[in-house]
């Protein structure tokens, strides 16, 4: 099906009719080493553990392997830009309990196996030093030694986050607004990931006229998803200003994971007081954990911005609709780890 | 006569050229770029060295370097330097200054709090860090030409990175008495991989050099190019299979190597050969590349190979991510290894236990744990191939219950790695991005927690114990039945007990942590739990002794091999059984017990396995039949030296011998009993286990060489040349590509036969279209 057979061995054209060769997991593999090998290089933890020593020099390099990566996937995509459905393997008729089901279909599930353990591990990460280490609350009045370490978590300083802007809104604090927005975009884009399979499905719209539906569909998915990294590097590093609204970022906040010398001022009047505490494993997991499903939501865009490209050029159609729906497999679950890590790291 | 003498000169070239590559390894120390990881507030050495900063050794009072030393007297040296930004004094501005000295011979001493020992090599600490000038003492050696190299640092003290830092360097040479050369001392570990790259380097060049004298004519890169292409990019599953195997076997030598310097250190009670850095470096890499480089390629090699056949797909499901697995493998192989160049190898344990992955001053750990992150991301892709094709591309009439036993080994351990690895992957994320940015997950100053890393590692780390020894169990049983000559016996119960060791691999791992203070109700759960494990591997064992009572064996290489994984994998199985019992884990924890132990079931269980598989599989792979009379040579020699190995381990082991020490004492004599001391035996029983070591590395190149000379003048295999009955011997030998011209459809041998309940009620339940349910169930 496919017209680019340029580097083609061997009649392989039983399954996905994509060229049987590629250049792609070389290159994607090559680019991740590079990555990880000059991001190591870039960084270097010092001898306190309390910081990093930053080398300027390597990152770029770091950068360059990201630009392999993709470039591996360009490759990848090119080879699949021609594939409209026509061949959709699917499961041996009779392989119990997966009979005619399509082979990708079992994949994606079973990669979401993997992904469920990678959030289960964080979740085991945060709750084995939540529940162990103290909480800052439950130190106040206390006499502790400066730099103790104790539990302040983001939740904390979003709620503090409130208390600069006298909290405009009432009823939550100001600081807690991107992370509303992010949850409210991620359901929504969940929403619009299955009305571009549902239009893709349709097969009583003239094919153009399709495309561009489901593309708007796609882009709206994309739109969102970029809305929620833009909205999660505000909370983290910006913090905003507008109107009556103002919160500052957690950076500003000095919610760091270097941050061993936290001042925590509790309690009012008679009550107050200050005490030096180590901050840095709260910030660790927190950043850890709403790192890794940014991560998530990164690569979504980046397959996002792919199947956009796609439906506009009117690859999407009632023939190839299963695309979106395993992309949309994949998306609900990045979106149902929201619905997880949201409440265990902002609300608790 | 010809063409075999042509032959034998090919190969004195090729071991000509290894020698030449071994000689010409590199002989100056590689060093890192910084003076050490103390200095916070410069990259120090990234620059050219600076002539404003004067670097300089004298003696203590004064006086200049002597030039002939005195043997084992010690010398107070003044150690300092002059110039630089270092001198702007500037309050407020610390970390000043800063200094590395290397002696290569004689010992170096701290003398106050302001120098410390770091990596063999003096350094200043944090308490003097502002200084210009620092005391320390040398012992001179008792003879031979000395070098000390001294570093300084001349730093601005803004506490960054900034270019305004300067360093400089300066050599003296203190000869000895006899006053020859100086010569430096390279790190052993450089030498070593850097004579591997080396060799591999100039073997493909020898490799090319064959393929131009063989043909002059057609040689040129239009014809070169499609041939590297095919395997760069080829995402065929035989293609695929063929590059895990070149890698495994490479680093299966890489990984034996590494073993045998350590058995060299180990020869004899007090040696030297190998610093304790050294040491430390080479456990970990042997451990890693055993497990991660060597053993889990090579049973990907076959499941790639084997699987699809054996089930009747024409391919694996997925397969460029197929193709991907397989070069995340490489790649994560180079950069685990990469910190060994600047010979700062991880120095963890290959369980990389915490804290001290995240603080160990050896950069290679960062590397160490970046490569495994991909070689996680390898083992993910490669659960997801394994597990859909399983499930979803079976030749018609294929039933669960049909399933080759390899099959389903692959796919339990598929199973077992696909639900674990996650886990570990998580942790070395943690540990990663503690050795980068600094997060503090096992930092314990801020709470992190050195358990937290056991638990996540192990609840990897047992599973994947069983990872590498589950699949060698579906070799044997396919060897084992094909030999006989007959149906393996009790199919149902071996694929339960396979399942059952699948389940129970996951809620046994806190074996692993019985000294670890863990409350004492817990470890005897986890006491019963780990002896379970012993049932479905005793019904393995004796559904394999059955099958061969009830038939009629041919003993060929592959059978002898399976013969011999019966015994010691049964020897490894009982010594497991040792651990569970907490009292005897207790004292036995860190032992050359646990050593032996885990050898016999690792290279006796996964290793024989996959030295069965070789033999068994070798004619179907490549079309050549091996050679017979090398490959009983391979079994009689690498059988015998191998228990010769690993069975005086125990006996070590309860001596008291101590895994991951640098080296041993002995007592000498029987009355005087210092702690720690071992009885004079011990040291004659390392002896006898370095040299079983040697033959065993050995008499493993035989097979290298029968694979080699047998693909290149092997008799031709027949499609089915041991008389199994599974698919892949369906199809010829080798396989065409693609593997099947048509599926092959699975015919019951037995109609009479019913599928049992269980199996019944599960179709009835799980086939969803009715039609022709009743004419399948009935298969």
Known sequence: MSDDHGYHHGPHEWSHGAPHNSWAPIIISIGSGVFLFFFAKAFTMNEGMNGYIYDSAPLPLAIAGLAIIFAGLISWWKQDFSFDGSYEPQATHGSTPFSNVDIRKVGMWVFLMSEMMIFSSLFATYIRYRTSIDSCYSLEGTVVEPGTACWLPASYFIAKGGEHAHSTLGFMPDALVPGAINTFALIISSYTIVMALKTAKRTDLEHAERSIKVRNYLGATFCLATLFLVMKMIEWFIGFHIGPFEAPSLLSDQFTIHNDAYTYNYGHGAEAGAMTVDIRMAASIFYLTTGTHGVHVFAGIVGLGYMVVKAHKGGYGPGNSVSIEYFGLYWHFVDLAWVAVFPAFYLY | ?779
């Open chain 2, 1 to 779: 006569m010809q063409l075999r003498n042509v032959w034998t000169v090919r190969a004195m070239v090729i071991v000509a050229v290894l020698f030449a590559a071994l000689m010409f390894s590199p002989e100056h120390e590689a060093r890192p770029s910084g003076i050490s990881s103390v200095d916070s507030g410069c990259s120090c050495h990234s620059g050219t060295p600076s002539s404003q900063v004067v670097a300089s050794i004298t003696l203590a009072n004064g006086s200049a370097l002597p030039e002939n030393y005195e043997p084992g007297a010690t010398y107070a040296l003044l150690i300092s330097f002059s110039g630089g930004p270092a001198e702007d004094n500037i309050p407020e501005r610390v970390n000043t200054g800063g200094f590395n000295l290397v002696a290569s011979k004689g010992t170096l001493t701290p003398i106050d709090n302001t120098t410390q020992i770091l990596a063999g090599e003096l350094t200043h600490t944090d308490a003097g860090n502002d200084q210009q000038a620092w005391n320390a003492d040398w012992t001179a050696p008792t003879s031979g030409s000395t070098v000390l190299r001294l570093m300084v640092n001349s730093v601005n003290g803004d506490n960054s990175a900034s270019s305004d830092d300067q360093w400089n360097t300066v050599s003296y040479t203190v000869s000895g008495a006899g006053g020859e050369a100086p010569t430096m001392q390279a790190n052993g570990l450089t030498v070593l991989f850097s004579g591997i790259l080396l060799t591999a380097i100039l073997f493909a060049l020898a490799l090319t050099y064959v393929f131009y004298v063989r043909d002059p004519e057609s040689f040129s890169w239009k014809r070169f190019q499609p041939w590297i292409s095919h395997w760069l990019t080829s995402t065929d599953h035989k293609s695929v299979g063929t590059l895990y195997f070149v890698s495994g076997l490479f680093f299966l030598g890489v990984g034996g190597i590494l073993a045998m310097m350590i058995r060299i250190q180990l020869s004899s009670p007090g040696n030297d050969f190998l610093t304790k850095d050294e040491y430390n470096s080479f456990f970990t890499l042997h451990g890693t590349v055993m497990i991660f480089l060597a053993a889990m390629p090579l049973i990907n090699g076959f499941a790639n190979w084997i699987v699809p056949l054996q089930i009747g797909a024409k391919d694996l499901c997925f397969p460029r991510l197929n193709a991907m697995s397989f070069w995340l493998q490489p790649v994560g192989a180079i950069l685990l290894l990469s910190g060994m160049f600047s010979g700062m190898g991880a120095d963890v344990g290959w369980t990389g236990y915490q804290p001290i992955t995240s603080t160990t001053d050896h950069y290679g750990a960062t590397f160490w744990l970046a490569g495994q992150v991909l070689l996680v991301a390898s083992s993910t892709l490669t659960g997801i191939n394994f597990i859909v094709t399983i499930a979803t591309m079976r030749a018609p009439g294929m039933g669960w219950m049909q399933m080759p036993l390899f099959t389903w080994s692959i796919l339990v351990s598929v199973m077992m790695l696909f639900i674990s690895i996650p886990t570990f992957g998580i942790g070395l994320i943690e540990a990663y991005l503690d050795r980068t940015i600094s997060t503090t997950f096992y930092n314990t100053s801020a709470g992190g927690d050195p358990l937290l890393w056991s638990h996540l590692f192990w609840y990897f780390g047992h599973p994947e114990v069983y990872v590498v020894v589950v699949p060698a169990f579906g070799v044997i049983s396919e060897v084992i039945a094909t030999s006989a000559r007959r149906t393996i016996f009790g199919y149902r119960s071996m694929v339960y007990a396979l399942a059952g060791i699948g389940f129970v691999a996951f809620i046994v791992y806190g074996h692993h942590m019985l000294t670890s203070g863990m409350s004492p109700l817990l470890r005897f759960v986890v006491m019963l739990t780990t002896m379970l494990v012993a049932v479905p591997t005793g019904i393995k064992i004796f559904n394999w002794l059955k099958t061969m009572h009830g038939g009629s064996l041919v003993y060929r290489t592959h059978t002898l091999w399976a013969l011999g994984f019966l015994v010691t994998f049964t020897l490894g199985g009982i010594s497991g059984m040792f651990f569970p019992a907490i009292a005897m884990d207790v004292h036995l924890h860190e032992t050359y017990f646990v050593v032996a132990h885990f050898h016999y079931v690792l290279v006796g269980g996964t290793v024989f396995g996959l030295f069965a598989a070789f033999y068994y599989w070798y004619p179907k792979i490549t079309g050549r039949m091996m050679s017979e009379r090398l490959g009983i040579l391979h079994f009689l020699i690498g059988f015998i030296s191998y228990n010769g190995v690993f069975w005086p381990m125990h006996k070590l082991g309860l001596l008291g011998m101590t895994r991951r020490h640098h080296t041993y004492y002995i007592r000498a004599d029987e009355y005087s009993d210092i702690i720690g001391t071992l009885p004079p035996e011990a040291a004659q029983w390392n002896q006898f286990i370095t040299v079983c070591a040697f033959i065993f590395f050995l008499s493993n190149l035989i097979m290298v060489y029968n694979i080699i000379a047998s693909w290149l003048n092997g008799r031709k295999a027949p499609a089915d040349p041991w008389g199994g009955w599974s698919f892949e011997w369906l199809v010829s030998s080798p396989p065409p590509t693609p593997s099947f011209d048509e599926i092959p459809t699975l015919e019951n041998a037995n109609p009479d036969h019913a599928p049992g309940r269980l199996t019944g009620m599960l179709e009835r339940i799980m086939t969803p279209d009715s039609g022709d349910e009743g004419e399948e169930a009935g298969h």
